[in-house]
């Protein structure tokens, strides 16, 4: 039996940036990563390998980083799990013994069962698998009428990649309202409709699928709860992902009521020396403080990089206290970002808030050629002018503008001392120092503070 200081389960962003992080700060101890494909996938980027990317190829992720800091690799499968004795065996019958265990499996496509035709021919899902994806790409390039069912990120990226090609027709079906309506308030999620539409993709929205018609086992069209059926050369389906969880439940982990690996704030298991990390494993809210389902590569290595510093040793002391959602994305070339507790999630907790929202463009003056709307949306708690949360719409400069929000979010930074935050501008790259939009929009939440007053 091999022996492993570390052997880390899972390949994936939680597991690469766990082990480069361990690795880094244990250079003496030696670790062990067990995958079940050779090549792996950006996650985020999946999408654009429909259409800007062109190829799969140029999405590849593989663990060389972790290689290069001293780890090994074993492209494998785990397939039991011994915690007494600390041990594991392989779908190829190796066997290894570990001092600390990491789960960094990940998460699977969630299939919707319920709706009859799931499972004919040409119904697909975006599985994070560097073969199927690549052979999916084929399938989409040989068709011409695409409908993708679900309106949460990945399914509007990948329509808006599929309807860049002028010779197919491309459907998005969505029950909500409105497309990413559990990461954007109303009136920004139906700005990104608004996008979605221009991007040419057929928008069908407070509509269900009612069934996935097929012919000769191959599926032919969808018919939609309003009745109206649309051809269908393959059905893509991008629900949601669920934990994969299968092996961690066998081997006796805890697993809570949203299908995760219960952790603590620095990822331990119940199990003693047993972690879990990335979207297998438990999320709390950082402001809402309730178990949450966020699965998100940025999610993941920020927890990846807590764990990979405590392992051994405590040295991060506060551990991971909580997940902040934080989400962008571009459509149609307009930027949407947020972060933290955006309206609806505010009032589904309970939790009391008032808003500041500005709207400008991203240079200045306004009159230079490549200027974008750009809107500012600060969420505070009215007690103490807390910011909790906040959106953005405009230009490629929303990307990082989010991440400006989260921070404040993090470190507890109230409106009042927002408005003295101390920024750089400049005309080609920044939205005008005399009406920075956050900073506006800050000033804007204070206003609506000093009316309940």
């Known amino acids: 039996m091999k022996n492993h200081?570390?052997?880390?389960?899972?390949?994936?962003?939680?597991?690469?940036?766990?082990?480069?992080?361990a690795k880094k700060q244990n250079p003496e101890k030696s670790f062990l990563m067990i995958k079940e494909e050779e090549k792996g996938l950006v996650p985020c980027?999946?999408?654009?390998?429909?259409?800007?990317?062109?190829?799969?190829?140029?999405?590849?992720?593989g663990p060389k980083p972790f290689v290069d800091a001293g780890g090994e690799v074993l492209v494998d499968k785990v397939t039991n799990i011994n915690f007494d004795n600390k041990s594991l065996t392989t779908e190829s019958g190796?066997?290894?013994?570990?001092?600390?265990?990491?789960?960094?499996?990940?998460?699977?496509p969630t299939i919707p069962k319920f709706i009859k035709g799931y499972d004919l021919d040409g119904v697909e899902n975006i599985k994070k698998s560097y073969g199927y994806i690549d052979q999916l790409m084929k399938k989409t390039d040989a068709a011409q009428n695409i409908v993708v069912i679900g309106g949460g990120f990945i399914g509007v990226e990948i329509a808006e990649q599929?309807?860049?090609?002028?010779?197919?027709?491309?459907?998005?079906?969505?029950?909500?309202?409105?497309?990413?309506?559990?990461?954007f308030s109303v009136d920004f999620a139906l700005k990104a409709d608004i996008e979605i539409k221009e991007s040419g993709v057929n928008l069908y929205t407070e509509t269900k699928v009612e069934e996935i018609l097929g012919k000769d086992g191959k599926v032919s069209s969808v018919k939609l709860s309003t009745g109206k059926v649309i051809n269908a050369d393959i059905?893509?389906?991008?629900?949601?992902?669920?934990?994969?969880?299968?092996?961690?439940?066998?081997?006796?982990?805890?697993?809570?009521?949203?299908?995760?690996?219960?952790?603590?704030?620095?990822?331990?298991?119940g199990k003693k020396d047993v972690y879990a990390v990335g979207d297998c494993a438990q999320t709390l809210g950082f402001i809402t403080g309730r178990t949450d389902n966020i699965m998100l590569a940025s999610t993941a290595t920020a927890e990846a990089r807590v764990l990979g510093y405590n392992l051994f040793n405590i040295k991060l002391l506060r551990g991971f206290t909580g997940t902040l959602s934080v989400f962008s994305t571009e459509i149609n070339k307009k930027a949407f970002a947020s972060a933290g507790a955006i309206e609806q999630v505010a009032k589904e907790a309970n939790i009391d808030y008032v808003?500041?929202?500005?709207?400008?463009?991203?240079?200045?003056?306004?009159?230079?050629?490549?200027?974008?709307?750009?809107?500012?949306k600060i969420i505070a708690n009215p007690?103490?002018?807390?910011?909790?949360?906040?959106?953005?719409?405009?230009?490629?400069?929303?990307?990082?503008?989010?991440?400006?929000?989260?921070?404040?979010?993090?470190k507890y930074v109230t409106v009042y001392e927002f408005v003295s935050f101390q920024f750089g501008t400049h005309p080609l790259l920044t939205t005008a120092p005399t009406?920075?939009?956050?900073?506006?929009?800050?000033?804007?939440?204070i206003a609506q503070i000093k009316k309940r007053k």
């Open 355 to 376: 808003i500041g929202q500005f709207k400008d463009v991203d240079r200045h003056p306004g009159t230079i050629a490549d200027t974008y709307p750009l809107e500012a």
């Open 383 to 410: 007690e103490n002018g807390e910011i909790i949360g906040g959106e953005l719409f405009g230009g490629k400069g929303v990307g990082e503008m989010i991440n400006i929000v989260s921070l404040a979010i993090q």
């Open 235 to 269: 059905v893509i389906f991008c629900v949601g992902y669920k934990p994969r969880t299968d092996l961690a439940k066998k081997a006796g982990l805890e697993i809570n009521s949203r299908g995760m690996i219960r952790v603590d704030n620095y990822r331990r298991t």
């Open 45 to 61: 980027g999946i999408p654009y390998i429909f259409h800007d990317l062109e190829d799969v190829s140029k999405n590849a992720m």
């Open 435 to 445: 009406k920075y939009v956050l900073v506006k929009a800050a000033e804007l939440a």
């Open 94 to 108: 190796e066997e290894f013994s570990y001092n600390k265990l990491v789960f960094a499996t990940g998460s699977t």
């Open 162 to 183: 599929l309807a860049k090609y002028k010779d197919k027709v491309v459907s998005l079906i969505e029950m909500e309202k409105h497309c990413l309506y559990k990461a």
């Open 5 to 21: 200081d570390v052997i880390i389960i899972g390949g994936g962003p939680s597991g690469i940036i766990t082990g480069v992080t």
